[in-house]
């Protein structure tokens, strides 16, 4: 019995409805939630150590995120359209092994919620917050294929990033 894909696909026809609708993963494929992971028990570096950090980042060698990048970020974290205007997130340059894609920030958002089993309020608020963290970099899953990174990738934001000072 063969069945009408065209009936039961409405991911297909809203994609046809809306072509300026970024792609994004369905957010109901994510994980149950890491409860143990509070944003007020995460460490902050002295603004001095992310004050280096940062003068020893090079642009050259990520991906920005672009207004369509920071848009599928808006939609996976559930907030506002516009709320990351002003916001600078960096992935290290990185296409997926499998389909080809280029590693943008909102794989990075993706692979937090799906695999580190962040909750949106955490990475919101590690995001955005006040706080400066330094972590380690990570591998990166691609939102097209589900793909893993073959090499951890370093990050950057304007408060929140990696690596070793030599490697960005």
Same mark, same amino acid.
């Given at each position: 019995?063969?069945?009408?894909?065209?009936?039961?696909?409405?991911?297909?026809?809203?994609?046809?409805?809306?072509?300026?609708?970024?792609?994004?993963?369905?957010?109901?494929?994510?994980? /149950? +939630?890491?409860?143990?992971?509070?944003?007020?028990?995460?460490?902050?570096?002295?603004? @001095? $150590? *992310?004050? #280096?950090? =940062?003068?020893?980042?090079?642009?050259?060698?990520?991906?920005?995120?672009?207004?369509?990048?920071? /848009? +599928?970020?808006?939609?996976?974290?559930?907030?506002?359209?516009?709320?990351?205007?002003? @916001? $600078? *997130?960096? #992935?290290? =340059?990185?296409?997926?092994?499998?389909?080809?894609?280029?590693?943008?920030?909102?794989?990075?958002?993706?692979?937090?919620?799906?695999?580190?089993?962040?909750?949106?309020?955490?990475?919101?608020?590690?995001?955005?917050?006040?706080? =400066?963290?330094?972590?380690?970099?990570?591998?990166?899953?691609?939102?097209?294929?589900?793909?893993?990174?073959?090499?951890?990738?370093?990050?950057?934001?304007?408060?929140?990033?990696?690596?070793?000072?030599?490697?960005?």
């Amino acid at each position: 019995m063969t069945e009408d894909k065209s009936a039961n696909d409405s991911s297909t026809n809203e994609k046809a409805v809306d072509s300026n609708k970024p792609n994004i993963p369905s957010i109901s494929s994510y994980g /149950k +939630k890491n409860k143990s992971l509070d944003y007020d028990k995460v460490s902050t570096v002295l603004p @001095e $150590e *992310f004050a #280096l950090l =940062l003068s020893n980042f090079r642009a050259d060698r990520f991906t920005k995120s672009d207004v369509f990048d920071l /848009k +599928k970020i808006e939609l996976m974290l559930d907030l506002r359209p516009g709320i990351l205007n002003n @916001e $600078e *997130f960096y #992935l290290e =340059l990185h296409d997926c092994g499998n389909c080809g894609k280029r590693l943008e920030f909102s794989d990075f958002v993706y692979t937090a919620m799906k695999y580190g089993n962040h909750s949106r309020s955490f990475i919101v608020h590690t995001l955005l917050g006040n706080k =400066l963290i330094r972590n380690e970099h990570r591998t990166i899953s691609c939102t097209n294929c589900n793909t893993v990174s073959d090499k951890p990738l370093n990050y950057m934001t304007n408060g929140y990033g990696c690596c070793n000072l030599g490697n960005i």
